[in-house]
């Protein structure tokens, strides 16, 4: 049994995953990362070590419960405990809704949604079992509205805010003192714009590809106006472990978008197509 707290990142080899891994070391933390990408996990292994901390890399499709089993397997026999488990997983991609084929769908909803499915069966019980710790769920601040040509990511982030949300209170239910915080990011500085790059081949091929133009742009976007990682995930975590704060949103505006947006729908009508403050994707 390990004397120290563990964590464990899904999607922690880039991202709002590794900077919440270096929060987390910096906390004392031992930490689990997790990611498809191999290569990058590698590498983000070799970084954190030569920093000195205490980590283990797990390869993991977030998209096959059996391998986020194994994640979990992977993290009690190592350390013989969990406390924080951040299912932070993320895919994103473009197309009009009708363009766009079920594989396609699946896909996204398999990594954004399912992810987190798998993520709350594969450790939630040994957090019940323990009777505390936190699970910290990544959403998007496209959650609080919707946007064209970007239906299953938005769509799968609003999905997960509402998990979050239910799995708080079956907790609450069942008298655990699990604590669950959901994070709506704005923009962060990440390879998302390359995310269909590890689209596992029982998917296919996309159905309608981005054109080149449009990747490099996005790149640039998060490259010159994304959210520096650490930074943001320093911020999500104190709000997160320390203030025990459901819901979590990186810049204010968004929130009061969520009202808008609430507000048009009571009143019957579509909300207004207005993209988030710091558009798209952690």
Same mark, same amino acid.
């Given at each position: 049994?390990?004397?120290? @707290?563990?964590?464990?990142?899904?999607?922690?080899?880039?991202?709002? #995953?590794?900077?919440?891994?270096?929060?987390?070391?910096?906390?004392?933390?031992?930490?689990?990362?997790?990611?498809?990408?191999?290569?990058?996990?590698?590498?983000? @292994?070799?970084?954190?070590?030569?920093? #000195?901390?205490?980590?283990?890399?797990?390869?993991?499709?977030?998209?096959?419960?059996?391998?986020?089993?194994?994640?979990?397997?992977?993290?009690?026999?190592?350390?013989?405990?969990?406390?924080?488990?951040?299912?932070?997983? #993320?895919?994103?991609?473009?197309?009009?809704?009708?363009?766009?084929?079920?594989?396609?769908?699946?896909?996204? &909803?398999?990594?954004?949604?399912?992810?987190?499915?798998?993520?709350?069966?594969?450790?939630?019980?040994?957090?019940? @079992?323990?009777?505390?710790?936190?699970?910290?769920?990544?959403?998007?601040?496209?959650?609080?509205?919707?946007?064209?040509?970007?239906?299953? &990511?938005?769509?799968?982030?609003?999905?997960?805010?509402?998990?979050?949300?239910?799995?708080?209170?079956?907790?609450?239910?069942?008298?655990? !003192?699990?604590?669950?915080?959901?994070?709506?990011? !704005?923009?962060?500085?990440?390879?998302?714009?390359?995310?269909?790059?590890?689209?596992?081949?029982? &998917? #296919?091929?996309?159905?309608?590809?981005?054109?080149?133009?449009?990747?490099?742009?996005?790149?640039? &976007?998060?490259?010159?106006? !994304?959210?520096?990682?650490?930074?943001?995930?320093?911020?999500?975590?104190?709000?997160?472990?320390?203030?025990?704060?459901?819901?979590?949103?990186?810049?204010?505006?968004?929130?009061?978008?969520?009202?808008?947006?609430?507000?048009?729908?009571?009143?019957?009508?579509?909300?207004?197509?207005?993209?988030?403050?710091?558009?798209?994707?952690?």
């Amino acid at each position: 049994m390990a004397d120290r @707290e563990v964590a464990v990142v899904t999607g922690a080899a880039s991202g709002l #995953g590794f900077g919440l891994v270096s929060s987390l070391v910096a906390r004392g933390l031992s930490v689990v990362i997790a990611d498809i990408d191999g290569d990058a996990l590698v590498s983000a @292994e070799k970084r954190l070590r030569a920093e #000195g901390a205490d980590v283990l890399a797990v390869r993991t499709d977030v998209t096959k419960s059996e391998s986020v089993l194994e994640l979990s397997a992977h993290t009690l026999d190592r350390f013989g405990r969990v406390d924080v488990v951040c299912l932070n997983a #993320g895919v994103s991609l473009r197309g009009r809704a009708w363009e766009l084929s079920v594989a396609d769908w699946r896909w996204v &909803y398999d990594v954004n949604v399912f992810g987190v499915v798998h993520g709350i069966q594969a450790f939630v019980p040994a957090l019940l @079992e323990a009777g505390a710790g936190h699970v910290l769920i990544t959403a998007s601040n496209s959650a609080t509205t919707t946007l064209p040509s970007l239906a299953p &990511y938005v769509s799968s982030k609003h999905a997960v805010v509402a998990v979050a949300e239910s799995l708080q209170h079956d907790l609450r239910e069942v008298g655990s !003192g699990v604590n669950v915080s959901v994070v709506l990011p !704005g923009a962060i500085r990440s390879g998302m714009a390359d995310a269909v790059r590890h689209r596992p081949a029982d &998917y #296919g091929s996309v159905s309608v590809p981005v054109p080149e133009d449009l990747t490099r742009a996005s790149r640039a &976007y998060l490259a010159r106006f !994304g959210a520096d990682p650490r930074a943001m995930a320093d911020d999500v975590l104190q709000r997160a472990l320390d203030e025990r704060r459901f819901c979590i949103f990186t810049d204010p505006a968004d929130a009061a978008m969520l009202v808008d947006h609430a507000g048009a729908l009571s009143d019957g009508g579509l909300p207004p197509l207005v993209a988030p403050v710091s558009q798209e994707v952690k």
